[in-house]
């Protein structure tokens, strides 16, 4: 990673939150900072405090502190865990909407249409790539309620998508999984998930790779295999299969873009129409870094109770 690269975004940020008028303690011309006047926005209709605070992402005790805030200005009421506006507090929301919505309709006005599509295509891409950076792979027991819940909209998906349908019986049994369950977490919800069991000395399958659609598009299928594949090879494996549908374009594309190669049949599971299978280099054996090819860092047996970090491609 380069530190000019580190600090252009810093600048980014910087200049953005300007801008914006994020630094002053009258945002938008109220009386209040914008830390205040986004949670008169979050709260919205109600809420709770348990659920303001996992999706702001802020310290229990500082949302207390600006809850209490605007208590203190009549703004907002609680009773136990409930958060809601009082008549005053849903006026300045509005004022605080229509202020909002006036200033951005200024900036836009500034520029010409072309200007105005090229920053909202920005916006959209800058999310699209935060989003990425924000998803957490992690290695979890393979009967953790998260992994099967992942695994059985994974199974739900494809029975709706082949024409044979899929059976939820054959997804891999918690118990007959002898190499490391990845889960694709964002914002505390599992959003893909994929594994690896042995076959035999050295050699490994990947299993049941799926991103939800709500997550697709982000690069997340390609993260979830390179980290199964350093996963793999930290554990002596020396060659990974795997097997899709002929349907599944994307996965296709994904494994054949990420260095397999087509080869025969390998399982007797039915939906396995097509199989591939790639080399892989340990840490022990990787140039250089002492990593495996593709690794930033490896997961071990003890990543499941670690935790460890996450593409639009299902198996």
């Known amino acids: 990673m380069e530190v000019e690269q580190i600090e252009r975004v810093r600048d980014f940020n910087r200049y953005y939150t300007q801008r914006l008028g994020m630094l002053t303690d009258r945002f938008l011309g109220q009386d209040r900072p914008f830390g205040q006047a986004r949670l008169l926005f979050e709260i919205g209709d109600g809420s709770s405090v348990e659920a303001l605070r996992a999706r702001l992402g802020l310290d229990e005790d500082?949302?207390?502190?600006?809850?209490?805030?605007?208590?203190?200005?009549?703004l907002v009421r609680r009773d136990g865990p409930a958060v809601t506006l009082t008549e005053a507090?849903?006026?300045?929301?509005?004022?605080?909407?229509?202020?909002?919505?006036?200033?951005?309709?200024?900036?836009?006005?500034?520029?010409?249409?072309?200007?105005?599509?090229?920053?909202?295509?920005?916006?959209?891409?800058?999310?699209?790539?935060?989003?990425?950076?924000?998803?957490?792979v992690e290695?979890?027991?393979?009967?953790?309620?998260?992994?099967?819940?992942?695994?059985?909209?994974?199974?739900?998906?494809?029975?709706?998508?082949?024409?044979?349908g899929f059976a939820a019986s054959t997804l891999t049994r918690p118990e007959d999984v002898t190499g490391t369950q990845l889960l694709a977490v964002e914002d505390g919800a599992p959003v893909g998930c994929?594994?690896?069991?042995?076959?035999?000395?050295?050699?490994?399958?990947?299993?049941?790779?799926?991103?939800?659609?709500?997550?697709?598009?982000?690069?997340?299928?390609?993260?979830?295999?390179?980290?199964?594949?350093?996963?793999?090879?930290?554990?002596?494996?020396?060659?990974?299969?795997?097997?899709?549908?002929?349907?599944?374009?994307?996965?296709?594309?994904?494994?054949?873009?990420?260095g397999y190669d087509d080869i025969?049949?390998?399982?007797?599971?039915?939906?396995?129409q097509l199989a591939f299978e790639k080399g892989l280099v340990s840490a022990e054996a990787g140039p250089g870094t002492g990593r495996a090819a593709g690794s930033s860092r490896s997961l071990s047996a003890s990543a499941f109770r670690r935790g460890a970090t996450a593409s639009g491609s299902r198996r």
């Open 264 to 272: 025969g049949g390998y399982s007797d599971v039915p939906y396995n």
């Open 62 to 74: 500082y949302l207390r502190g600006q809850l209490d805030a605007l208590a203190g200005h009549g």
């Open 139 to 164: 290695a979890v027991p393979p009967d953790s309620p998260a992994a099967r819940e992942c695994l059985a909209r994974y199974a739900a998906e494809l029975d709706a998508t082949f024409p044979e």
């Open 194 to 258: 994929g594994l690896w069991i042995r076959l035999g000395p050295g050699v490994a399958e990947i299993r049941h790779l799926w991103v939800a659609p709500e997550a697709r598009g982000l690069g997340l299928g390609r993260k979830l295999l390179s980290r199964l594949e350093v996963d793999a090879a930290n554990h002596g494996i020396t060659t990974v299969r795997l097997g899709t549908h002929p349907l599944l374009i994307e996965a296709l594309a994904l494994y054949r873009g990420s």
């Open 89 to 136: 507090g849903r006026i300045e929301r509005t004022d605080l909407e229509a202020r909002s919505h006036a200033g951005i309709a200024a900036l836009l006005g500034e520029l010409t249409g072309g200007q105005r599509d090229r920053l909202i295509a920005a916006q959209e891409e800058i999310r699209r790539v935060l989003r990425a950076a924000a998803v957490v």
